[in-house]
């Protein structure tokens, strides 16, 4: 078993080493931009995984920065968003061969128009006149959201209106991947990665707050149709001419979740395609352990957790429970993520608790099976034990 005593200090100055590596190692190039002079990048020789993409330097963030994390209610939803679009994409655009940056061809003036409702008429018109009121262009407004037109109908209740023309488009996701050609680096493919609503939260009449659950087959029904959309207006757009696009579709959780949601249908079309064929389905989610839900579809998994759970109650009277999440991938659980709160009284018993529990993750789980487990306490993580695929021992960090 490896033990690294003082993870914060390793971990500080491995990172300083690796960027000193990094930048006196730089591959320098030339990166595809709007002006005709293009402008300098430099690649990192080093990667810290080959789960992960190598990013171009200076970082530049997305145009349309924030958007995601201001619409999506659901922490765990905004990470598994963006981190399993990246993963999705790897079976065309592999980590070897391909760099990562943030999406810079849709405006987030573009984003945020595109996730409004679309109005009617005579809604349209009376934005436009609100503007002229206020001494401002009425050419400032669009009429291109991708959410459905809610109806001018008095008569209708807020639950009837929710029930008629909820809101299925949350947020949007570009992600660009490029590749190196010579001292030259331009994209070469695109994902972009829409979030619905598996809930739609409103408020009624009087102010109190209502929801409305939205079935998986009509959001991905709507997911569809919204890239067909977006597919459609990316063609006339000059940063789009002739490069790839991977749509998908993801599914958030409610708000109050404590699993992340997960993707569930992708496409790609090549750079003169202006329609999509067809669609995969993805079959990916996250259980919670222990659940009721995880009991009923994988028995044999949650009593692992069960037996793991009892033999740390067996030696250890301070330990105040274990909570895992699981990641499924065509039914086969592929990553699991365990958290334990402890209450500890003295470094050495951080240390015996963390030399028990990574030996019952051996013994408990399977060699396929990626585990990692957080320990923590009320004062901060006291330790973090990884269980690779396959590996013969695990490995354990112990904060200071």
């Known amino acids: 078993m490896k033990k690294r005593i003082g993870m914060l200090l390793c971990c500080l100055s491995l990172i300083?080493?690796?960027?000193s590596l990094s930048i006196k190692n730089e591959d320098k190039v030339v990166q595809e931009s709007n002006n005709k002079k293009g402008e300098d990048a430099i690649i990192p020789r080093y990667s810290i995984?080959?789960?992960?993409?190598?990013?171009?330097?200076?970082?530049?963030?997305?145009?349309?920065?924030?958007a995601v994390v201001a619409n999506i209610d659901n922490r765990l939803d905004i990470s598994e968003f963006e981190l399993g679009l990246m993963r999705i994409v790897q079976e065309q655009y592999s980590t070897k061969d391909y760099l990562y940056q943030e999406g810079q061809l849709?405006?987030?003036?573009?984003?945020?128009?595109?996730?409004?409702?679309k109005y009617t008429p005579s809604q349209f018109k009376q934005k436009q006149d609100a503007l002229k009121s206020a001494n401002l262009k009425p050419s400032s407004i669009t009429n291109d959201g991708l959410n459905p037109i809610q109806t001018d109908t008095k008569n209708l209740t807020e639950d009837q209106k929710a029930k008629q023309a909820p809101i299925f488009l949350n947020s949007i996701l570009e992600q660009d991947y490029l590749k190196k050609?010579?001292?030259?680096?331009?994209?070469?493919?695109?994902?972009?990665?829409l979030a619905m609503n598996s809930v739609y939260y409103y408020q009624e009449e009087h102010g109190y707050p209502r929801e409305l659950k939205i079935p998986q087959d009509e959001m991905?029904?709507?997911?569809?149709?919204?890239?067909?959309?977006?597919?459609?207006?990316?063609?006339?757009?000059?940063?789009?001419?002739?490069?790839?696009?991977?749509?998908a579709i993801f599914r958030q959780q409610s708000q109050s979740s404590v699993v992340p949601g997960n993707y569930?249908?992708?496409t790609s079309v090549s750079g003169n395609d202006f329609s999509i064929s067809n669609w995969d389905k993805i079959n990916e989610k996250y259980y919670l352990f222990p659940s009721a839900a995880a009991t009923a579809d994988y028995r044999d998994d949650a009593m692992k957790m069960v037996n793991f759970k009892s033999d740390?109650?067996?030696?250890?009277?301070?330990?105040?429970?274990?909570?895992?999440?699981?990641?499924?991938?065509?039914?086969?659980?592929?990553?699991?993520?365990?958290?334990?709160?402890?209450?500890?009284?003295?470094?050495?018993?951080?240390?015996?608790?963390?030399?028990?529990?990574?030996g019952l993750m051996m013994d408990h789980f399977p060699?396929?099976?990626?585990?990692?487990?957080?320990?923590?306490?009320?004062?901060?993580?006291?330790?973090?034990?990884?269980?690779?695929?396959?590996?013969?021992?695990?490995?354990?960090?112990?904060?200071?």
């Open 264 to 266: 569930v249908a992708m």
């Open 312 to 358: 740390i109650e067996n030696y250890f009277p301070n330990y105040t429970g274990v909570v895992g999440t699981g990641f499924y991938k065509d039914n086969e659980l592929i990553q699991l993520k365990i958290d334990i709160p402890m209450q500890f009284y003295g470094k050495a018993e951080v240390i015996a608790f963390t030399q028990y529990v990574a």
């Open 220 to 247: 991905i029904k709507q997911g569809k149709a919204i890239a067909q959309e977006i597919l459609t207006r990316v063609r006339k757009m000059d940063e789009f001419k002739d490069i790839p696009i991977t749509f």
């Open 16 to 19: 300083l080493s690796g960027c």
């Open 49 to 66: 995984s080959n789960d992960y993409y190598k990013t171009i330097l200076p970082f530049k963030p997305s145009k349309t920065r924030g």
């Open 106 to 117: 849709l405006s987030k003036k573009t984003v945020e128009s595109w996730l409004k409702r």
């Open 367 to 400: 060699s396929y099976l990626k585990v990692e487990t957080n320990i923590f306490s009320s004062n901060g993580q006291e330790a973090l034990i990884v269980k690779e695929v396959d590996a013969k021992e695990p490995s354990v960090h112990i904060y200071n």
């Open 181 to 193: 050609d010579g001292k030259e680096v331009k994209v070469e493919g695109v994902a972009i990665g």
